[in-house]
């Protein structure tokens, strides 16, 4: 698979509720359009209030025999989302005891839904599990639960052998914003881990965001555009003066693909956006042939 497109499928998926099998099969990947995605779905309003459930029943239900039962507390829990965190420690026991592939991945979803950091310390053995569905479906429990126990189970799964594992972990500490793991990202794109690019973009501070601009023209430019996205059109924006240098960086690269992405970042460029920012841009489209599809 081409990999910007990979990285797009695996951040797309971490936005989404856990739809394991087409995820696992897809692979990982999205490039942080999926940053604009979330923002675009605010701006339509907030989500609609989280059914009431008996949360007592539900935790009664996980304690039975009956797997059906389990599962259909499950979905119940997940759909009440943080509402049902008194319920969590329930679902983590459950995950403690052992289960089926099934009732493991509904638990998956029910604590990505509740999104309690102390679920984490649960989640965190099944990257280890022998069913590949079920380390991914983990990982992106973890990005979902968030807090230093999945940090530290995300950077470990950088290192792991499973490339699906390795990239859905980087994309896992994107979506958490971990900037401690940035040295372990950065490793991780130098060793081929795709998605680490658009990670380091989503959590850089201005050294690192510097530091993974550097890389522009060493490493293929789709993959490097993936971490400027989220670098160029974050919000609040980080300073002109890391801004501009790397508006620059693409600039020198001289290449109508570089001139077409520039194109497109100027076309998402808020209005309240740096003008000066927004010139430098400007001024690289011009000095680039072919970067508005002219020749």
Known sequence: ????LRVMIVAAALATPLGLATAAD????????AAAGKARARARGAKPPAPAIDVEAACEKLRGADASGVVEALRALKAAGPSAAEAAAHVERLLARGATADVTKAAF?????????????AVRPYVQ????????????ALAATKGPEAIAALREGLRAADPKVRSYAAAGLGAIGADEALPDLFLALDRGVAEAAAAIGQTCGPDACRKLAAKIGTIAFDLARTGLDPILLRTPPLPDDVLIPIVGRVRELGTPEAGRYLVDVAAQWPASGSKKVKQAIDAAIASIPGARGGS
Do not use: N, Q
Not at 1 to 4: A, D, L, Q
Not at 110 to 119: C, H, N, Y
């Open 1 to 4: 698979m081409h990999r910007p």
């Open 26 to 33: 897809a692979g990982p990947a999205a490039r942080p359009a």
């Open 109 to 121: 979803e029910a604590l990505s839904a509740i999104g309690a950091p102390t679920s984490s310390a």
């Open 129 to 140: 599990s022998r069913v590949g569905e079920l380390r991914v479906a983990a990982l992106r």
